[in-house]
């Protein structure tokens, strides 16, 4: 699976953003669908996943409530919309996908894209 994200960028704190991964090349619905992301200077961490179905979803403490993870199978994108923003979500995020399920480990995931970068300022 090749995975392409896009729709970062730089806002206020209190926005939103959304950002967008397109996937081609095998079957968008035999996967299960993450965001990643790593601060500067910081480890990779998870923030939310979406199952192959999309009826499943599960978010970090750190976003639930303010993120909200969504998957299009007629377009094989998978978004993530980020409100109410905060200085502390500052990071490059990565889309990633895995057959397996509903998994917040790194390790589970076998296909990453590129990083979309967010900066949150004060």
């Known amino acids: 699976v090749q995975l392409q994200a896009s729709g970062g960028g730089l806002v206020q704190a209190g926005g939103s953003l959304r950002l967008s991964c397109a996937a081609s090349g095998r079957t968008f619905s035999n996967y299960a669908m993450g965001w990643f992301r790593q601060a500067p200077g910081k480890e990779r961490e998870f923030v939310a996943v979406i199952s192959r179905g999309g009826d499943n979803t599960y978010y970090a403490d750190s976003v639930k409530g303010r993120f909200t993870i969504s998957r299009d199978h007629v377009e094989n994108t998978v978004y993530l919309q980020m409100d109410s923003l905060r200085p502390e979500d500052t990071a490059v995020y990565y889309c990633?996908?895995?057959?397996?399920?509903?998994?917040?480990?790194?390790?589970?995931?076998?296909?990453w894209g590129q990083g979309a970068l967010v900066t949150v300022s004060s």
């Open positions: 990633a996908a895995n057959s397996r399920g509903i998994y917040a480990a790194i390790v589970a995931y076998e296909y």
